[in-house]
C-alpha cells in the first residue's frame, strides 16, 4: 500500500488529515488526527469513503468547522469519476454515508474539482462534459449547514458552447466569503480566448441567468496575461489584447464597483495617446487601493521599449488621455519586463533597463496615487558595475516602509537570486545581497524567482538546478532584508534532489505562515504541488501536497493567494487536450 495526496485543516492544536492509500491503480481514503497540535495520533486510521473496497478515491480536499468534518473526493464506484461527499459530527471517529454531488451528470467523468469552505457554507466545484465531447462546463454543488444537507441537483456556472467546439478554459478565480461566491475564468468559446465572469450570492443556490463578457472585442482578436486587483467592493481587470494581422498589441481594462454584479459595458483601452492596433505593448501589471488604480506595461510607441502607466482616480471611471511614462532611460535603449506594488496612495515600479549596457534593475515611485514619479530612476543591483552583467525579471513586494525587489543576475555565471530592500518608502535602498547561499556564486541557474513580505519578514522562493534538473529552494529575513538564513532550504522533499523539474514557483504569507505551490514533474505527483510553513521558514511540512485530480494531471503558471482563513492555489491544467485552468484552497 502506497499513502499519497494528502490534504489538512487544522483549527487551534486540532488537525485533521486525510489522504489516499493505493494498490495498483486501487485506492481508498483514510483519515487521522491530532488533537494536541500533532504530538499524538489515533493509533487506528479512519476509513472514510463508503465505496466498495478497491474503488478509487483521488483528489482529496478537507473543510474542518469546530467537530464537523467534510471530505470531498473524486471516486470511481459507478464506473466514472463522480464527485462524492462525507461528514462526520464527531471530529472524525465515525463518518457517515458518501453523497453523490454530481447527481445530474448521469454517465460522465468529473475534472478539475476544487472546494472552498467558509465555516457552514460549503462549496464544490468541478467540470464534466454532460453536454457533449469537448463542451466541458463548470458545475457546482453547496451545502448552507455543514454537509448536513446538499443541493438535490448541482448547479452550472458557466454557460454553454457551441456544439463541437473544443474551447479551453484558463485564467479561473474561486473565491468564497460566505454565502456569496465569484467565479471568474477564460475560455475559446467565440473563437478567441475571452474572460467570463458569474457569482452567487446565496451559497451557490442561484447564479445569475448569464455569465459575463468582460471584453466583449471582435472575435477575431486574441485577449491574454490577464491581472486582477481587488479593494473592498472594486474588482478591477486589465489585459493584453492582440492584434494577429499586425503583431501589436493594445492594453484593455475593465471594472466592477459592486462586487462583481455589474460592470462596464465596454471595456475601456488605457496605453492611451496613440492610436489603438499602433505600437507593442506587453505584459501589463496592476495595483490598487479603493478607489486609485495603476496599470502599468511596456510600450514601443517610442521605437523602443519604454515603460508607461495609467491611472484612474474614480474606480477605472476615467483615465489619462495620455499614458505617462515613467522610466527615464535614453532613447534607443529598452525598458521592460515591469512590476509592480501600492501601499495607500504610493506605488512602486520596477523593471530590468539596458541603458548601461547590459541589463540593470531599475526602480522609480509614486507618493500620489501615480499623479508624479520621480525625475530620476534608482538602480537596484549596485554591487555589480553598471551595464556589466545581465540582471533582469524583478519582483516587487512592499509593506508598510518596508519595498524589497528580488531579482536574478548572472555576474558570477549561471544566474543567482539578488534581493534589495528599502525601509523608507523606496527613498534609498541597501545594497544588494546573494540569497540563493547553499551553493557558490553562479553554480546552478536560479529561475521562477517569487517573494513575499511581512513587517521586517521578507521571503523567497525560486527554481535552482544546482542537483541536476530544477529544485524549489527557500531563504528569509527577519530583519527587513538586511541579513539572510546562511544556507538556503530545498523543499521539494518529495523526490531526490534534482531528480525531476520543479517551477512555476509561486508564494504568498500571511505573518509568520508562508505557503508556496510549484509545478513537479515526477510522474508520482506530477502536477502542482503545496507546501506549508507555521515557523516563518523555519520547518515545513514533512511532505508537500499534490493539489490536482489524479487523472494524468500536467500543471503550470501556479498562482497562489492567502486570507486569514484561506489559501488558494490556481493553475494551469491540461488533461486529455485543451487546457483548463483549476483551482484548490486549503485552510491555513
Known sequence: MRAVRPAICCQGTNIYVVWVETQGLS???????????????????VRVDSGAAGDVSSSPFICCNGNILNCVFIDDRS??????????????????????????????????????????????????????????????????????NWFANDVRVSQP??????????DVCFVAKGTTVHVVYSDDRLGESRVFYNRSTDGGTTWMPADVLLDAGPQTLEDRNPVVCCSGNNVYVAWERDYDATSN???????????????????????????????????????????NVVVAWFDTRA????????????????????????????????????SICCVGSRFHLAWEDARNGNKDIYTNRSLDNGVTWQGIDTRLDVTDPAGANWSYDPVLCCRGNRVHCAFRDERSGDDDVYVASSSDAGQNFAPDQRINLGTPPGVGEASDVAICCEDARVFVAYADDRNGDDDVYFNRSLDGGATWLPVDTRIDIGDAPGADESDDVAICCRGDRVYISWDEDNPV?????????????ATWMPAPILLSAGLQPSGGSQKIACTPNY??????????????????????
Open 303 to 338: 521605437g523602443d521599449n519604454d515603460i508607461f502607466i495609467n491611472r484612474s482616480a474614480n474606480a477605472g471611471g476615467s483615465w489619462l488621455a495620455a499614458a505617462q511614462r515613467v522610466d527615464n532611460a535614453p532613447a534607443g535603449l529598452n525598458a521592460e519586463n515591469v
Open 79 to 148: 464506473g466514472t469519476f463522480d464527485v462524492w461527499a462525507s461528514r462526520s459530527i464527531n471530529g472524525g471517529a465515525n463518518w457517515g454515508a458518501d453523497v453523490r454531488l454530481d447527481i445530474a451528470g448521469g454517465a460522465v467523468s468529473v475534472q478539475n474539482t476544487a472546494v472552498c469552505c467558509d465555516a457552514a457554507e460549503i462549496y464544490a466545484l468541478y467540470t464534466d462534459e454532460r453536454d457533449g465531447p469537448n463542451r466541458a462546463q463548470v458545475q457546482i454543488n453547496a451545502s448552507g449547514n455543514g454537509g448536513a
Open 525 to 537: 505527483i506530477e502536477g502542482p504541488n503545496f507546501t506549508a510553513s507555521l515557523d516563518a521558514g
Open 249 to 291: 498589441e493594445d492594453v484593455y481594462f475593465n471594472r466592477s464597483t459592486d462586487g462583481g454584479l455589474t460592470w462596464q459595458v465596454a471595456a475601456t483601452r488605457v496605453n492611451t495617446g496613440v492610436a489603438a492596433n499602433s505600437t507593442n505593448t506587453g505584459l501589463p501589471v496592476l495595483c490598487c487601493h479603493g478607489d
Open 161 to 170: 458552447n457551441p456544439p463541437g467546439l473544443n474551447a479551453a478554459t484558463r
Open 27 to 45: 485506492g481508498n481514503y483514510y483519515f487521522n488526527r491530532s488533537t494536541d497540535g500533532g504530538t499524538t495520533w489515533l493509533a487506528n486510521q
Open 567 to 588: 489559501v488558494y492555489v490556481v493553475w494551469d491544467h491540461s488533461t486529455n487536450g485543451p487546457q483548463d485552468a483549476v483551482i484548490n484552497r486549503t485552510p491555513p
